[in-house]
């Protein structure tokens, strides 16, 4: 499955990716940020969330540091209340040419009972707008944006295959936006569902948060939970977004910044 389009990048002095502190061609060289922007998949955990994980907490663990993960995803969050809380502009107002943003939202847009999130995916909607409001604002300030499906919650249909529904026409509708706005896509949610088929039902229970009553004191009564990842499951996500931007053509500049990936068969 194709996980990314072709696209044309900001142009950029050709040694201007390089580590922080040296100086190469006459030339300050500085360190790239990759902002992460989305919901609770991704976000940062506090310690009384915890063992529940972002898989954007894991992300770094697979660039060199040469490239900052700054993960400002937050928990709850839909395009729509991203934009609202001026969350978004805080963070285009920090972008420098040459950065790159993920944006990763869906899950939220599709409560429709909450006005304050709710945003329609539909072509024309509200939803895919957003999305090209934040690929058109970190473009003209010479960031790349990387548009990321929603992963996958853990359902499974009567036959025991990983529901193409999970997270409703979200996926699709980003998946369409890439194309119309010729940006990179990486394609999270076929990545988890297919992590999720090769692990099965009982199995894949690991990933989410799946607790007994009185296994954890942050959960005393149990969670039985098929949205937010354990920490096991975060990781295997930052992983399957790692091999998903290395898989990518129009992600060059940060293939040769790529670690710890898992190995190819």
């Known amino acids: 499955m194709r996980q990314c389009w072709e696209i044309t990048t900001p142009s950029l ?121 934040f690929i058109e604002s970190a473009r003209s300030r010479g960031a790349i944006p990387v548009l990321l499906t929603s992963v996958s919650r853990r359902l499974f249909t009567a036959e025991g295959l990983p529901d193409p529904d999970a997270v409703g026409p979200y996926p699709e509708a980003m998946r369409e936006t890439a194309r119309e706005a010729g940006a990179p896509l990486l394609d999270l949610f076929a990545a988890s569902q297919q992590l999720y088929l090769r692990m099965g039902q009982e199995e894949s229970k690991h990933l989410f948060m799946h607790l007994p009553a009185g296994s954890h004191p942050n959960y005393p009564d149990g969670i039985a939970d098929d949205t937010h990842f354990s920490d096991q499951g975060a990781r295997e996500i ?12 129009a992600l060059p500049g940060l293939h040769p910044l790529l670690r710890n990936l898992a190995p190819t068969s």
């Open 238 to 249: 930052a992983g399957l977004a790692a091999e998903a931007i290395q898989q990518c053509e």
């Open 13 to 133: 002095p050709p040694d201007y990716f390089l580590v922080s502190g040296k100086r190469k061609g006459g030339l300050r060289t500085m360190t790239m940020t990759l902002y992460i922007v989305g919901d609770s998949t991704a976000a940062l955990k506090g310690a009384i969330e915890k063992p529940m994980t972002g898989w954007g907490e894991y992300l770094q663990q697979h660039l060199d540091p040469a490239i900052r993960v700054d993960n400002r995803a937050i928990n709850g969050r839909s395009t729509r209340s991203f934009i609202a809380e001026g969350r978004w502009a805080a963070v285009e107002n920090e972008f420098q040419p040459g950065d790159y943003v993920f944006i990763q939202f869906g899950h939220n847009d599709q409560k429709q009972e909450d006005p304050s999130r709710f945003a329609d995916p539909a072509p024309g909607g509200e939803y895919r707008a957003n999305l090209k409001r």
